[in-house]
């Protein structure tokens, strides 16, 4: 069995249990699950990464003011604190954590991937990012710099990714 599957046991367990007990119904952790498979997650996300590759203003008002900027693509995520993109580039590459517990701008992104609230990723990332870089498989020439920006409950970041090459012609 593996983490997942035990997870996913644990959590209807978890939901029969207050479901019996009256303390929930079955109706509410179904639609909760809706609105986080529908409406919060990384889709949002990657709307505002496409349309940043694909129009140069867009790109602009993104980095300037992003939480205006993901309203104008109708996305309904609730700023839960101040927003700051950060664009990597050919000579730089951006890496976020938060220190102290895993802020993350979840109605933006959906929920934090496991490895981002790991006591070890937390710890390590901002004391040797390159080498936890490429255990996660990413090897970064020596010559690009790496900056480690810590997320926190008064600011949340968002990495603009580099367009991939090959990719020009292709729209949103």
Same mark, same amino acid.
Do not use: F
């Given at each position: 069995m593996t983490e997942r599957d035990a997870n996913a046991l644990r959590a209807e367990a978890l939901e029969s249990l207050l479901v019996e007990k009256g303390l929930v119904r079955s109706e509410v952790v179904d639609a909760i699950i809706r609105r986080f498979e529908q409406d919060i997650g990384p889709m949002n996300g990657a709307k505002a990464v496409?349309?940043?590759?694909?129009?140069?203003?867009?790109?602009?008002?993104?980095?300037?003011?992003?939480?205006?900027?993901?309203?104008?693509?109708?996305?309904?995520?609730?700023?839960?604190? +101040?927003?700051?993109?950060?664009?990597?580039?050919?000579?730089?590459?951006?890496?976020?954590?938060?220190?102290?517990?895993?802020?993350?701008?979840?109605?933006?992104?959906?929920?934090?991937?496991?490895?981002?609230?790991?006591?070890?990723?937390?710890?390590?990332?901002?004391?040797?990012?390159?080498?936890?870089?490429?255990?996660?498989?990413?090897?970064? +020439?020596a010559d690009v710099e790496v900056r480690v920006w810590d997320s926190s409950a008064e600011m949340r970041y968002m990495v603009l990714p580099e367009r991939p090459a090959g990719t020009d012609a292709m729209s949103q």
């Open positions: 496409a349309r940043a590759w694909s129009d140069p203003g867009y790109r602009a008002r993104l980095l300037a003011d992003p939480w205006a900027a993901i309203a104008e693509l109708g996305v309904t995520a609730i700023p839960d604190a +101040p927003l700051v993109v950060v664009e990597n580039s050919p000579g730089v590459h951006n890496v976020v954590v938060c220190t102290l517990c895993s802020c993350y701008p979840s109605g933006l992104l959906g929920l934090p991937p496991s490895w981002y609230k790991s006591p070890a990723y937390r710890a390590r990332i901002v004391r040797e990012p390159r080498a936890v870089l490429a255990e996660m498989g990413l090897v970064l +020439p």
